[in-house]
C-alpha cells in the first residue's frame, strides 16, 4: 500500500458522498413536482433522469469507500477518486443547466459549491481547483454552443462573464483560505505523524475520525480500514457514552487529559495486545470530539518480565555466592571445629576405657558424664548446620546480644581466636532489631574474622565487639581491632567484589562485599574507620524494633 500523503481526507470524501444523496433526492422530488404540479419546466423526464443518475453513481461512490477501502490507500487513488465524481457532479450540473433555461437556470449557482468542494478536495498540485473552474466553463460553453444557445445579447454574454467571474473568484479565495488551514493541518499531521504513540481522534457517536501512521501499524490497519469504524472495535474499554472503562469502574471523560488507564486494544486480525490509553476531549459547536492516545506496552511488558527473570537470576546467583561464603568459612574452622569435637570425644573415650577394665566398679555420675560430652558435640554440630544453612526468608526480631553471641561461638573454632583476645562490651539491656538472624550472623562472623586477620603476631592484639543505642531509632554493632589499619585511600573499595588487601590465596575478596549486600538488604548500613598502624572499627547500624536503653 502507498498511501498519498496529499490525498484528500476520508471523513470529507464521506461528508461529500452524504450531501450528494441530499442533492440527488432534492432532484428527483423537483423534478416530479414539476411534472404534476408546477409545470415551470420543460424536459421533467430528463430532469429526473439526471436526478436517478446521480443516486446511482453516488451508490457507486459508496460502495467503493465501504468496500474497497485498500483501493483508496493506492498512490493519487484519493484525488482520482474525488476528480472522478466532480467531473460527474459538473456534468449533472451542465445537464440540469440545459435543460432548465441555461444561462438563466436556477441551478448555476450551485457550481460555486462545487468551486469550493474542488478547492477542498483538490489540494495538490496547487492549481488543481482552478482546472476544475476550467472545466466547469468548459462543460457549459460547449452545453450552448452544440445546443445553439449560445449568448447573443449584451446582457447575456454579461450574465455569462458574471458567472465564469465568480466561480473564478470562488475559486481564488476559497482556496486560499482552504491552503491556509490546509498548512495549519499539515502541520499537525507531521507532529502526529512523527509521534511513536497512537493518536485517534474519536467523533461523538465513536467513530474513527483521524488515525497516525503508529496507530494504523498499532493496530495492523490502514486508513481506510480503520477511519470510520467504531472506536471500540479496536478499544473496547471506551464506550459510546465517550467513557473510558478501567478495572470494572466507568469514569466520565472531562475536558482535560485523563491519567493512563490500562486495558487490551484489539488488533485488525483479533489478536489482543496490551495498552495504555489516555483520553481528553474537546468541544465543536454542540459536539464534544475525543482524542485517544494509545500506547503499546507490549514490549516494555517483555522487558519488564525479562528483567524480572534476571532479577530472580540474579538473586539465585547472590544467594549461592553468599552460601559458599558460608562454606568457605566453615571450611577454614574446619581445624578448629575437629579440635573442639576431639576433646568430648577424648572424655567420652577414658570413660569407655574405665568401664572396660572395671565394670563392676561403674560410678553413679558416668552416664551423666558421658551425656555431657555428648550434649556438647551436638552442640557443635547444630552450631555448624544452623550457620551452613541458607539465610531464611522470614525477618525476625531478635536481640544485639543473642546475634554476637552467635557470632562469637563460631569464632571460637578458629584457630585465631586463641591468639587474639575477644572481648565484647554490650549495652544492657540490649536492643532488638527486626533482621535474618543467620545473615547477620554471617555479617559478624566475616567481620570479626577480617579483624582477626588484621593483627600480627607481634605485641598484645585485641578484637572489642560493641553494641550502642543511637538516639531511640537505631542500634549500632562495632568491631574494633588494634591490627595494621586501612589506607585511607583504600577506604572507599573495600566493599568492592574481589578486592582484597590479603595475600594471594588467603581470600575471596567477596566477605566485605557480601556482608555488605547482606547489611542493605537488613534495612542497615556499615561505616568504617580505620588509620594505619592503629587499627580499624566497623560499624553495622540498623533501625531498632525494641530498645529498653
Same mark, same amino acid.
Given at each position: 500500500?502507498?498511501?498519498?500523503?496529499?490525498?484528500?481526507?476520508?471523513?470529507?470524501?464521506?461528508?461529500?458522498?452524504?450531501?450528494?444523496?441530499?442533492?440527488?433526492?432534492?432532484?428527483?422530488?423537483?423534478?416530479?413536482?414539476?411534472?404534476?404540479?408546477?409545470?415551470?419546466?420543460?424536459?421533467?423526464?430528463?430532469?429526473?433522469?439526471?436526478?436517478?443518475?446521480?443516486?446511482?453513481?453516488?451508490?457507486?461512490?459508496?460502495?467503493?469507500?465501504?468496500?474497497?477501502?485498500?483501493?483508496?490507500?493506492?498512490?493519487?487513488?484519493?484525488?482520482?477518486?474525488? #476528480?472522478?465524481?466532480?467531473?460527474?457532479?459538473?456534468?449533472?450540473?451542465?445537464?440540469?443547466?440545459?435543460?432548465?433555461?441555461?444561462?438563466?437556470?436556477?441551478?448555476?449557482?450551485?457550481?460555486?459549491?462545487?468551486?469550493?468542494?474542488?478547492?477542498?478536495?483538490?489540494?495538490?498540485?496547487?492549481?488543481?481547483?482552478?482546472?476544475?473552474?476550467?472545466?466547469?466553463?468548459?462543460?457549459?460553453?460547449?452545453?450552448?454552443?452544440?445546443?445553439?444557445?449560445?449568448?447573443?445579447?449584451?446582457?447575456?454574454?454579461?450574465?455569462?462573464?458574471? #458567472?465564469?467571474?465568480?466561480?473564478?473568484?470562488?475559486?481564488?479565495?476559497?482556496?486560499?483560505?482552504?491552503?491556509?488551514?490546509?498548512?495549519?493541518?499539515?502541520?499537525?499531521?507531521?507532529?502526529?505523524?512523527?509521534?511513536?504513540?497512537?493518536?485517534?481522534?474519536?467523533?461523538?457517536?465513536?467513530?474513527?475520525?483521524?488515525?497516525?501512521?503508529?496507530?494504523?501499524?498499532?493496530?495492523?490497519?490502514?486508513?481506510?480500514?480503520?477511519?470510520?469504524?467504531?472506536?471500540?472495535?479496536?478499544?473496547?474499554?471506551?464506550?459510546?457514552?465517550?467513557?473510558?472503562?478501567?478495572?470494572?469502574?466507568?469514569?466520565?471523560?472531562?475536558?482535560?487529559?485523563?491519567?493512563?488507564?490500562?486495558?487490551?486494544?484489539?488488533?485488525?486480525?483479533?489478536?489482543?495486545?496490551?495498552?495504555?490509553?489516555?483520553?481528553?476531549?474537546?468541544?465543536?459547536?454542540?459536539?464534544?470530539?475525543?482524542?485517544?492516545?494509545?500506547?503499546?506496552?507490549?514490549?516494555?511488558?517483555?522487558?519488564?518480565?525479562?528483567?524480572?527473570?534476571?532479577?530472580?537470576?540474579?538473586?539465585?546467583?547472590?544467594?549461592?555466592?553468599?552460601?559458599?561464603?558460608?562454606?568457605?568459612?566453615?571450611?577454614?574452622?574446619?581445624?578448629?571445629?575437629?579440635?573442639?569435637?576431639?576433646?568430648?570425644?577424648?572424655?567420652?573415650?577414658?570413660?569407655?576405657?574405665?568401664?572396660?577394665?572395671?565394670?563392676?566398679?561403674?560410678?553413679?555420675?558416668?552416664?551423666?558424664?558421658?551425656?555431657?560430652?555428648?550434649?556438647?558435640?551436638?552442640?557443635?554440630?547444630?552450631?555448624?548446620?544452623?550457620?551452613?544453612?541458607?539465610?531464611?526468608?522470614?525477618?525476625?526480631?531478635?536481640?544485639?546480644?543473642?546475634?554476637?553471641?552467635?557470632?562469637?561461638?563460631?569464632?571460637?573454632?578458629?584457630?585465631?581466636?586463641?591468639?587474639?583476645?575477644?572481648?565484647?562490651?554490650?549495652?544492657?539491656?540490649?536492643?532488638?532489631?527486626?533482621?535474618?538472624?543467620?545473615?547477620?550472623?554471617?555479617?559478624?562472623?566475616?567481620?570479626?574474622?577480617?579483624?582477626?586477620?588484621?593483627?600480627?603476631?607481634?605485641?598484645?592484639?585485641?578484637?572489642?565487639?560493641?553494641?550502642?543505642?543511637?538516639?531511640?531509632?537505631?542500634?549500632?554493632?562495632?568491631?574494633?581491632?588494634?591490627?595494621?589499619?586501612?589506607?585511607?585511600?583504600?577506604?572507599?573499595?573495600?566493599?568492592?567484589?574481589?578486592?582484597?588487601?590479603?595475600?594471594?590465596?588467603?581470600?575471596?575478596?567477596?566477605?566485605?562485599?557480601?556482608?555488605?549486600?547482606?547489611?542493605?538488604?537488613?534495612?542497615?548500613?556499615?561505616?568504617?574507620?580505620?588509620?594505619?598502624?592503629?587499627?580499624?572499627?566497623?560499624?553495622?547500624?540498623?533501625?531498632?524494633?525494641?530498645?529498653?536503653?
Amino acid at each position: 500500500m502507498r498511501q498519498d500523503p496529499n490525498a484528500p481526507l476520508l471523513s470529507e470524501l464521506r461528508w461529500f458522498i452524504s450531501q450528494r444523496w441530499l442533492a440527488g433526492i432534492v432532484v428527483v422530488l423537483a423534478s416530479g413536482l414539476n411534472l404534476f404540479w408546477t409545470h415551470w419546466v420543460a424536459n421533467e423526464i430528463w430532469i429526473l433522469s439526471v436526478g436517478i443518475f446521480i443516486l446511482f453513481y453516488n451508490v457507486i461512490c459508496w460502495l467503493i469507500l465501504r468496500f474497497l477501502p485498500d483501493w483508496l490507500d493506492l498512490l493519487h487513488a484519493q484525488r482520482m477518486f474525488a #476528480w472522478a465524481q466532480i467531473t460527474l457532479d459538473l456534468a449533472c450540473l451542465t445537464a440540469l443547466a440545459g435543460l432548465s433555461n441555461d444561462l438563466y437556470s436556477p441551478v448555476l449557482g450551485l457550481f460555486m459549491l462545487h468551486m469550493i468542494f474542488a478547492s477542498l478536495l483538490l489540494q495538490s498540485p496547487r492549481n488543481m481547483p482552478f482546472v476544475a473552474w476550467g472545466l466547469a466553463v468548459l462543460m457549459m460553453g460547449c452545453s450552448l454552443w452544440f445546443r445553439g444557445q449560445w449568448p447573443e445579447s449584451v446582457s447575456e454574454s454579461l450574465i455569462g462573464v458574471g #458567472w465564469m467571474t465568480t466561480l473564478f473568484l470562488t475559486i481564488y479565495f476559497t482556496t486560499h483560505i482552504t491552503r491556509n488551514l490546509q498548512d495549519n493541518r499539515n502541520r499537525t499531521h507531521a507532529v502526529l505523524n512523527a509521534a511513536a504513540d497512537g493518536v485517534l481522534t474519536v467523533s461523538h457517536i465513536g467513530r474513527v475520525e483521524l488515525a497516525n501512521p503508529a496507530s494504523l501499524l498499532m493496530f495492523g490497519c490502514s486508513s481506510a480500514q480503520m477511519i470510520g469504524e467504531q472506536v471500540e472495535r479496536f478499544l473496547p474499554l471506551i464506550n459510546l457514552e465517550g467513557k473510558v472503562a478501567s478495572n470494572n469502574i466507568c469514569e466520565s471523560v472531562p475536558t482535560k487529559p485523563l491519567d493512563s488507564h490500562a486495558g487490551f486494544g484489539v488488533r485488525r486480525d483479533g489478536k489482543e495486545f496490551p495498552i495504555e490509553v489516555s483520553i481528553s476531549s474537546m468541544n465543536e459547536g454542540s459536539k464534544k470530539t475525543f482524542i485517544a492516545v494509545v500506547r503499546d506496552v507490549s514490549e516494555r511488558q517483555r522487558n519488564e518480565a525479562q528483567l524480572t527473570k534476571l532479577n530472580q537470576e540474579l538473586e539465585s546467583h547472590h544467594e549461592r555466592l553468599v552460601q559458599h561464603e558460608k562454606m568457605v568459612s566453615v571450611g577454614r574452622m574446619a581445624a578448629g571445629v575437629a579440635h573442639e569435637i576431639a576433646n568430648p570425644l577424648a572424655n567420652i573415650d577414658g570413660l569407655i576405657q574405665l568401664v572396660e577394665r572395671n565394670p563392676s566398679r561403674l560410678q553413679r555420675e558416668t552416664p551423666a558424664q558421658l551425656r555431657e560430652q555428648v550434649a556438647r558435640i551436638t552442640q557443635i554440630v547444630r552450631q555448624l548446620k544452623e550457620f551452613a544453612h541458607p539465610v531464611e526468608s522470614d525477618l525476625q526480631s531478635v536481640s544485639v546480644d543473642d546475634l554476637v553471641q552467635s557470632a562469637i561461638d563460631m569464632i571460637r573454632f578458629d584457630r585465631r581466636h586463641r591468639q587474639v583476645a575477644v572481648e565484647k562490651k554490650l549495652v544492657s539491656p540490649c536492643c532488638n532489631i527486626l533482621v535474618h538472624p543467620l545473615a547477620i550472623q554471617q555479617v559478624l562472623v566475616n567481620l570479626i574474622v577480617n579483624a582477626l586477620d588484621s593483627t600480627t603476631n607481634e605485641g598484645t592484639h585485641q578484637v572489642v565487639i560493641t553494641s550502642e543505642c543511637l538516639e531511640e531509632s537505631s542500634c549500632a554493632i562495632s568491631i574494633q581491632d588494634n591490627g595494621t589499619g586501612i589506607p585511607e585511600e583504600q577506604l572507599d573499595q573495600i566493599f568492592e567484589p574481589f578486592y582484597t588487601t590479603k595475600p594471594l590465596g588467603q581470600g575471596t575478596g567477596l566477605g566485605l562485599s557480601i556482608s555488605y549486600n547482606l547489611v542493605q538488604h537488613n534495612g542497615g548500613h556499615i561505616e568504617v574507620k580505620s588509620k594505619v598502624g592503629m587499627g580499624t572499627t566497623i560499624s553495622v547500624i540498623f533501625p531498632v524494633a525494641q530498645c529498653s536503653c
